[in-house]
């Protein structure tokens, strides 16, 4: 009961975010984004032909009219018809958003993973040798761009090797899934793995300085006993804070970039054609979609916070 | 009667400044010093790029395409025949206008919205900065980016713009936090009891505490900015004339392909040189500066 009140209260603080985020780039996709009109018209045509045409674009209606509609769409997820293409935006989100979430979700999750592998590594033997060779790696990884990093892969694997296509999505069944999917994954995985271990190191080293872990290690408890069970565990608000709040901006900007340049059909390179295109309908939905997601990751921080550390009352996660 | 009075005078050993012992935990750090001479060498051939000294040649067209390393062309030349050195080194200027102007614009507005924010904490100032914050946040950055560049377009600025609206969030937070902090301390109350206004109080006083976390931020900030320019070139969304590592890096992605490394080998090498010194460059920075550190040896 206390839970689903602060889910309401928290679905209601929401609101104003959704309404910037929905505002502002509405502002900038009907006040800078590409006028279509003309791409739409014959050569040579009408008067009536524009004003037709515009209507059908809802470029005659006053900004706020079609800011409310907009609203009203992202209330009844039907988002009309994409301009370019003319799918329906629900079912062009429906064919690109599982390919997205397909290619990403291997390499975010192997890249936490990982970064929480490493980190844990880190933290026990902090100082030595072992911690100098990781956080040099990570200082490394963190320097080398996403770009520098998808190019020399796709050029590594692709071309000097041939193990895996350079291009596309033919995905039909795990062995497809696999040669599709690995070198996207290997690349995500290199890019985020020095900054999550660096992420990851510092938190755990923070609760490994904690009186309550000195204690366990007086009472004999083992290396692997005291890391897993009162260093990670105690550790997981902010770990979990974080592992959340990057998956927004994974769906989108992560998938746009790899998308863009393996050439897969998911839903960054989908918005990125919406972006150059002016196809204000899918840019609608993704915008709108994702401050939803934004908001629905806040409620579930907070839920997961009382979850994972009881002291933690739903009356202070409300107050906070 | 004081009781240090009659102590030995020892002001030469214990009464650095807090800026000298920064500086001393920063020089002895050899990381750190190496990322900041990295960081001048890179600086110096930006400028020079910038004043006409060197790497003046990077847009002539030369008759040889894709010619490997010789005395004329140090890295070779590209598609067009251009000498790839010089577009790298040409790029370094780029790299550095792209990367001080954000990181300054972004800090400065970042101070200035986290300082109102804290100093107003509570009130509708913090609470419609903070709404914009968490908007601005809440929008993934490349489709942000992405949509300001391209309505921007032809505005050669675009870019600088889109980062500097979306990178001041983290350090207005971080701002925010630290006026929150410093606000309510003594030498703070002494300044409202002189009468001053809140703006005297606020940027004089302050907000020159805050300028170790503003330090620190900038040098991330920057390297955030070179890193984004890169994608954004690539993208066709940042530099639109002139030469950029990602221009390049775009160009080569092609050529990598059919088995031509020079040209991708050239511009990662740079980047990747510049970007890992301000990496260190920073740490360094934020361990010298971390007010924890006297307690944490």
Partial sequence: MNTLRLVLRKLAGGIPLVLGVTLISFVLMVYYGPDLTYTLLSKNPTAEEIASVRAQLGYDRPFWWRYIDYLRELVTLDFGHSFSSGERVTSLLARTLPVSLALLAPGFVLGNLLGIAFGLLAAWHRGGWIDKLIMGFSVVGMSISFLVVIVAFQALFGVVLGWFPVRGWNVHDLPSYLYYVTVPTLASVFVALGYNTRFFRAVLVEELGRDHVRTARAFGAGPLSVMMKNVLMNAMIPIVTRVLFSIPLVVVSGSLLIESYFGIPGIGKATFEAITSGDQPVLKAVVGLTALLFVVILIAADVLYTWLDPRVSLDRAEAA | ?297
Wanted: charge should be neutral; aromatic fraction near 10%.
């Fill in chain 2, 1 to 297: 009667m004081n009781p240090g009075a009659d102590a030995p005078l020892t002001a030469d050993v214990d009464a650095r400044t807090p800026l000298q012992d920064a500086r001393a935990a920063f020089l002895a750090d050899r990381w750190a010093v190496t990322g900041l001479l990295t960081v001048l060498v890179c600086f110096i051939m930006a400028l020079g790029a910038w004043l006409g000294l060197w790497a003046t040649g990077w847009s002539e067209l030369g008759d040889q395409r894709w010619a490997g390393p010789s005395a004329d062309h140090w890295l070779g030349t590209n598609l067009l025949g251009q000498d790839i050195f010089q577009r790298a080194v040409a790029s370094t200027r780029t790299a550095f206008e792209v990367g001080v102007l954000v990181a300054v614009a972004s800090t400065v507005l970042g101070a200035v919205l986290g300082g109102l924010a804290g100093y107003s904490a509570g009130s509708w100032i913090d609470s419609i900065i903070l709404w914009l914050k968490g908007t601005l946040d809440a929008i993934p950055f490349y489709l942000f980016v992405a949509a300001v560049a391209f309505a921007l377009k032809g505005n050669p600025w675009a870019m600088h713009i889109a980062m500097t609206a979306t990178f001041w969030t983290t350090t207005g937070r971080l701002v925010r936090g630290e006026v929150l902090r410093l606000k309510n301390r003594e030498f703070v109350e002494a300044a409202r009891a002189l009468g001053l206004p809140h703006r005297i109080v606020l940027f004089r006083h302050i907000l020159p505490n805050t300028v170790p976390v503003l330090l620190v931020q900038a040098t991330i900030t920057f390297v955030a900015a070179i890193k984004s320019e890169v994608i954004l070139s690539f993208l066709g969304l940042g530099i639109q004339d002139g030469v950029s590592w990602g221009l390049m890096i775009a160009e080569s992605s092609q050529e990598v392909l059919a088995g031509h490394y020079m040209n991708f080998i050239a511009a990662s090498g740079f980047l990747f040189v510049l970007v890992m010194g301000f990496n260190l460059f920073a740490d360094g920075l934020q361990d010298a500066l971390d007010p924890k550190r006297a307690v944490k040896r």
